[in-house]
T-cell receptor, first 111, second 114 residues
Framework: QKEVEQNSGPLSVPEGAIASLNCTYS??????FFWYRQYSGKSPELIMF????GDKEDGRFTAQLNKASQYVSLLIRDSQPSDSATYLC???????????FGAGTILRVKS | SAVISQKPSRDICQRGTSLTIQCQVD?????MFWYRQQPGQSLTLIAT?????????ESGFVIDKFPISRPNLTFSTLTVSNMSPEDSSIYLC???????????FGPGTRLTVL
């Protein structure tokens, strides 16, 4: 069973701080890793994806991948109350876009 | 990314009935997927909707319960058959983006079964 694990939270950070969200996965053959944001009552919205070991930055978001440790993270700099949502980690388990999702981490940014 | 729409956006149904959910994409896409998100849970892949052939179902999901149609490259339907309260979920369709490994979701159909 291919699994993706996330801490369910909630993770609470003050406005302006860095939020760090973590994810581990079980399938060493996984090649693509995704972070989605989901507001309550809405569908998931793709924030970032990463394929290669290291960091990938997009605005206030940085995804970090370590395939040897089977670990992927998302850093949100200068967190805003509007960042409060559930963040879903997803892993592409085989070519063809099949995604396995983690349970999600609830992030709360307090003003 | 393609624009994805779903109908209905929500519905309340009685036990034992069936509901067909439609997914429309504004451009031709090779692959379409159906996911389920049960209350308080994450997303689980139900099946891959293949154009011109039968859908490919994931473990735990069967065609008799979740029949899928894919008549062309822009449209798919998912039917939830003989519903029970355990089928109360959000059902989402998704398609790849320009980067083939990206995947984007429709707005979802929120189903409540009484």
């Amino acid at each position: 069973q291919k699994e993706v694990e996330q801490n369910s939270g909630p993770l609470s950070v003050p406005e302006g701080a860095i939020a760090s969200l973590n994810c581990t996965y079980s399938d060493r053959g996984s090649q693509s890793f995704f972070w989605y944001r989901q507001y309550s009552g809405k569908s998931p919205e793709l924030i970032m994806f990463i394929y290669s070991n290291g960091d990938k930055e997009d605005g206030r978001f940085t995804a970090q991948l370590n395939k040897a440790s089977q670990y992927v993270s998302l850093l949100i700099r200068d967190s805003q109350p509007s960042d409060s949502a559930t963040y879903l980690c997803a892993v592409n388990i085989e070519y063809g876009n099949k995604l396995v999702f983690g349970a999600g981490t609830i992030l709360r940014v307090k003003s | 990314s393609a624009v994805i729409s779903q109908k209905p956006s929500r519905d309340i149904c009685q036990r034992g009935t069936s509901l067909t959910i439609q997914c429309q994409v504004d451009s031709q896409v090779t692959m379409m997927f159906w996911y389920r998100q049960q209350p308080g849970q994450s997303l689980t892949l139900i099946a891959t909707a293949n154009q011109g052939s039968e859908a490919t179902y994931e473990s735990g999901f069967v065609i008799d319960k979740f029949p899928i149609s894919r008549p062309n490259l822009t449209f798919s339907t998912l039917t939830v058959s003989n519903m029970s309260p355990e089928d109360s979920s959000i059902y989402l369709c998704s398609t790849p983006g320009t980067d083939y490994n990206e995947q984007f979701f429709g707005p979802g159909t929120r189903l409540t079964v009484l």
